[in-house]
């Protein structure tokens, strides 16, 4: 880095095309603004640290300038919307008196910063300064629970930011915010290591965001048989290396709702796999028997249902036929959720994987985290019964701790090859990067909410959960209702929305394990839409937005080899809604055979009413499509 003047106080960086724009100011502390195309977005954000004995950021004394720009293609082991991106930016790298740098990165749609310190010994971050303010007063959609302490799956929030008041709840990432006028900004974090979750608070009448940590636990107590009790915590968020780069924090700014379906910004910014091999990860469905309690019925299932033996042989059945390639054993195949090495006798763990191996079809093991914090020499054990996952539940926190604890499960799960499924967890972060044998997490109000889980909220997942990484939803409900005559208790699950809603759930949200939460029995009665979600893929060649609102409405096509996958979902707000899409992103030339499912004329009423059709398609075509309310429209063209 080149030495700079110390009256040097103003730094501009722009985007490649010049639209997007950072102006950092450095008199008596980092403050930066945001604009695009010359209209401001963000202004007066502030950033700093507050290391013990050190405040980054303050009275800032710039020594050194370097440039940073890169254009290239990235090859995600796990493409769940792209399997090539483009990662283009212009940025800088500002360097300060007392050890420290800040990193900015403008992207053509996106603005990024992380601390970077270069220190010999240790440190404690006691706080990190994260705040932004408001160039209007933006409709902020959040997700906001009661403490730290979350399993991450409230129903989202709408509020305008002058009433988001500092005694509010705060939030967890993402936030979307809508400016009022044509740009959405989505915020949120990544290469998260070794260091706790971003929380966001309002401060009322001043349009101002501020960040909150949580503080790093010291001390446990017992708290039943799935969790720990924090009895004592430091004065610090973090206790690491003092030479080391921090989170990036984003803020991807959209022209058009169908941009967020396509951008991919945790993945870019998130540092490299650490896997040396990664051929072994298999991304892939599920078939998973807890929402539905593992209960077959009918003529064929002549064995007593339940979680048992007979049952997952029929479960794998169900898989292979179908070409599923794994199954979910679910709390209750172990003796004890404490004790991970003696499994139900009833259930017989060996003998399931024996037989799911004869018939090509994996096993996959819930957990509970404390079960496998206490016992982290069983992945070596899981790997030696032939175990292909685990699913680790209840983690329910995001202090340093429980992200390292993130880390070391993906790390030991990879050196034994099993992937992971992350429950009671907090969003993509970028360790699915580093290691992309984490393939989803949960972190979502899915359908395990039952009644609680509504098009009206998930109808904001595409534009925000979901557009951070992978979402373990859990679609694939058969029994379907509208809301105002909804019931449901397992074993007999149903979900709000159309038949058709749900086979779109499967093109619209991605997770590299995607789970059929249904029943095998409900399945086989019905053979169509089930032979059209073993279809749809879990990884992605392209994704091609092509109509959306945040939280109205969404339709996107998704390309795997040459077939062409496409979802539309709605939420409850108008009885029905028509578009008119055009097929222009097909091979111009070739001729396509277009099957697709679409609401019945009496799925506004009665949500199961659907109907399947066949046509050709070329590429130039419109195509009409109909939704009722809470409705979807679902294709496959090849």
């Given at each position: 880095?080149?030495?700079?003047?110390?009256?040097?106080r103003?730094?501009?960086?722009?985007?490649?095309?010049?639209?997007?724009?950072?102006?950092?100011?450095?008199?008596?502390?980092?403050?930066?603004?945001?604009?695009?195309?010359?209209?401001?977005?963000?202004?007066?954000?502030?950033?700093?640290?507050?290391?013990?004995?050190?405040?980054?950021?303050?009275?800032?004394?710039?020594?050194?300038?370097?440039?940073?720009?890169?254009?290239?293609?990235?090859?995600?082991?796990?493409?769940?919307?792209?399997?090539?991106?483009?990662n283009?930016?212009?940025?800088?790298?500002?360097?300060?008196?007392?050890?420290?740098?800040?990193?900015?990165?403008?992207?053509?749609?996106?603005?990024?910063?992380?601390?970077?310190?270069?220190?010999?010994?240790?440190?404690?971050?006691?706080?990190?300064?994260?705040?932004?303010?408001?160039?209007?007063?933006?409709?902020?959609?959040?997700?906001?629970?009661?403490?730290?302490?979350?399993?991450?799956e409230e129903?989202?929030?709408?509020?305008?930011?002058?009433?988001?008041?500092?005694?509010?709840?705060?939030?967890?990432?993402?936030?979307?915010?809508?400016?009022?006028?044509?740009?959405?900004?989505?915020?949120?974090?990544?290469?998260?290591?070794?260091?706790?979750?971003?929380?966001?608070?309002?401060?009322?009448?001043?349009?101002?965001?501020?960040?909150?940590?949580?503080?790093?636990?010291?001390?446990?107590?017992?708290?039943?048989?799935?969790?720990?009790?924090?009895?004592?915590?430091?004065?610090?968020?973090?206790?690491?290396?003092?030479?080391?780069?921090?989170?990036?924090?984003?803020?991807?700014?959209?022209?058009?709702?169908?941009?967020l379906?396509?951008?991919t910004?945790?993945d870019?910014?998130?540092?490299?796999?650490?896997?040396?091999?990664?051929?072994?990860?298999?991304?892939?469905?599920?078939?998973?028997?807890?929402?539905?309690?593992?209960?077959?019925?009918?003529?064929?299932?002549?064995?007593?249902?339940?979680?048992?033996l007979?049952?997952?042989?029929?479960?794998?059945?169900?898989?292979?036929?179908?070409?599923?390639?794994?199954i979910?054993?679910?709390?209750?195949?172990?003796?004890?959720?404490?004790?991970?090495?003696?499994?139900?006798?009833?259930?017989?763990?060996?003998?399931?994987?024996?037989?799911g191996?004869?018939?090509?079809?994996?096993?996959?093991?819930?957990?509970?985290?404390?079960?496998?914090?206490?016992?982290?020499?069983?992945?070596k054990?899981?790997?030696?019964?032939?175990?292909?996952?685990?699913?680790?539940?209840?983690?329910?926190?995001?202090?340093?701790?429980?992200?390292?604890?993130?880390?070391?499960?993906?790390?030991?799960?990879?050196?034994?090859?099993?992937?992971?499924?992350?429950?009671?967890?907090?969003?993509?972060?970028?360790?699915?990067?580093?290691?992309?044998n984490?393939?989803?997490?949960?972190?979502?109000?899915?359908?395990?909410?039952?009644?609680?889980?509504?098009?009206?909220?998930?109808?904001?997942?595409?534009?925000?959960?979901?557009?951070?990484?992978?979402?373990?939803?859990?679609p694939?409900?058969?029994?379907?209702?509208?809301?105002?005559?909804?019931?449901?208790?397992?074993?007999?699950?149903?979900?709000?929305?159309?038949?058709?809603?749900?086979?779109?759930?499967?093109?619209?949200?991605?997770?590299?394990?995607?789970?059929l939460?249904?029943?095998?029995?409900?399945?086989?009665?019905?053979?169509?839409?089930?032979e059209?979600?073993?279809?749809?893929?879990?990884?992605?060649?392209?994704?091609?937005?092509l109509?959306?609102?945040?939280?109205?409405?969404?339709?996107?096509?998704?390309?795997?080899?040459?077939q062409?996958?496409?979802?539309?979902?709605?939420?409850?707000?108008?009885?029905?809604?028509?578009?008119e899409?055009?097929?222009?992103?097909?091979?111009?030339?070739?001729?396509?055979?277009?099957?697709?499912?679409?609401?019945?004329?009496?799925?506004?009423?009665?949500?199961?009413?659907?109907?399947?059709?066949?046509?050709?398609?070329?590429?130039?075509?419109?195509?009409?499509?109909?939704?009722?309310?809470?409705?979807?429209?679902?294709?496959?063209?090849?």
């Open positions: 880095m080149g030495a700079v003047t110390a009256h040097a103003d730094i501009e960086i722009k985007s490649p095309d010049g639209k997007m724009k950072v102006d950092i100011n450095l008199n008596g502390q980092i403050v930066y603004n945001v604009s695009y195309d010359d209209e401001t977005l963000l202004k007066d954000c502030r950033l700093g640290m507050t290391l013990r004995g050190q405040f980054l950021g303050e009275n800032p004394k710039l020594v050194g300038k370097k440039k940073l720009s890169a254009d290239e293609m990235v090859a995600p082991v796990i493409p769940l919307k792209f399997s090539s991106i483009r283009h930016y212009n940025g800088e790298s500002l360097k300060f008196k007392g050890g420290y740098s800040v990193e900015f990165r403008v992207y053509n749609d996106a603005v990024a910063y992380r601390f970077v310190t270069d220190k010999k010994e240790a440190i404690e971050v006691l706080n990190e300064d994260f705040s932004i303010g408001l160039a209007g007063d933006y409709l902020t959609h959040l997700q906001q629970p009661g403490g730290f302490k979350t399993a991450y129903p989202y929030s709408h509020v305008v930011a002058s009433q988001w008041k500092v005694e509010d709840k705060m939030s967890n990432l993402p936030v979307l915010m809508d400016t009022g006028k044509k740009y959405k900004i989505l915020i949120s974090e990544t290469d998260l290591v070794d260091y706790p979750c971003l929380f966001l608070k309002g401060n009322g009448a001043e349009e101002r965001i501020h960040g909150v940590f949580p503080r790093v636990p010291l001390e446990f107590g017992e708290d039943g048989d799935r969790s720990l009790k924090i009895l004592k915590e430091a004065d610090y968020i973090a206790k690491t290396k003092g030479n080391r780069s921090f989170p990036w924090r984003y803020f991807f700014i959209s022209k058009e709702d169908t941009e379906l396509e951008q910004m945790t870019k910014l998130a540092s490299k796999c650490r896997l040396d091999g990664v051929s072994w990860i298999k991304p892939g469905q599920a078939s998973w028997e807890w929402w539905n309690a593992a209960s077959p019925y009918g003529p064929d299932v002549n064995f007593k249902a339940g979680f048992n007979d049952t997952y042989k029929y479960y794998i059945d169900f898989a292979a036929k179908y070409g599923i390639p794994y979910i054993m679910d709390e209750g195949w172990a003796m004890s959720t404490r004790d991970p090495y003696t499994p139900n006798p009833e259930v017989n763990v060996h003998e399931i994987i024996r037989y191996k004869e018939k090509g079809v994996g096993v996959a093991l819930w957990l509970t985290w404390l079960a496998v914090e206490n016992n982290f020499d069983s992945f054990t899981f790997a030696d019964w032939g175990v292909a996952g685990l699913k680790i539940d209840f983690m329910d926190r995001s202090d340093q701790w429980m992200v390292d604890y993130y880390e070391r499960v993906a790390k030991e799960a990879a050196k034994h090859h099993l992937f992971v499924d992350m429950h009671g967890s907090f969003k993509p972060a970028g360790l699915e990067k580093l290691y992309p984490l393939l989803s997490y949960e972190g979502v109000r899915g359908m395990e909410q039952m009644g609680g889980c509504y098009p009206d909220n998930s109808l904001f997942l595409p534009f925000m959960r979901n557009a951070v990484g992978p979402m373990d939803y859990t694939g409900a058969m029994i379907s209702m509208q809301p105002e005559v909804y019931q449901s208790r397992r074993p007999n699950s149903a979900s709000i929305g159309t038949r058709a809603y749900q086979l779109a759930l499967f093109v619209v949200f991605e997770s590299g394990i995607q789970m939460a249904d029943n095998p029995t409900l399945y086989y009665r019905n053979p169509d839409c089930t059209f979600i073993t279809k749809v893929p879990v990884v992605w060649d392209e994704t091609k937005a109509a959306a609102d945040a939280g109205e409405y969404v339709i996107v096509a998704k390309r795997k080899g040459n062409w996958f496409i979802g539309g979902i709605t939420n409850n707000k108008q009885k029905e809604r028509e578009f899409i055009s097929l222009d992103f097909l091979n111009p030339g070739k001729n396509y055979q277009m099957t697709y499912f679409e609401d019945g004329i009496n799925a506004g009423r009665q949500a199961m009413d659907y109907r399947k059709k066949d046509c050709q398609v070329k590429s130039g075509d419109t195509f009409k499509i109909k939704m009722v309310r809470n409705g979807g429209w679902a294709a496959m063209i090849q």
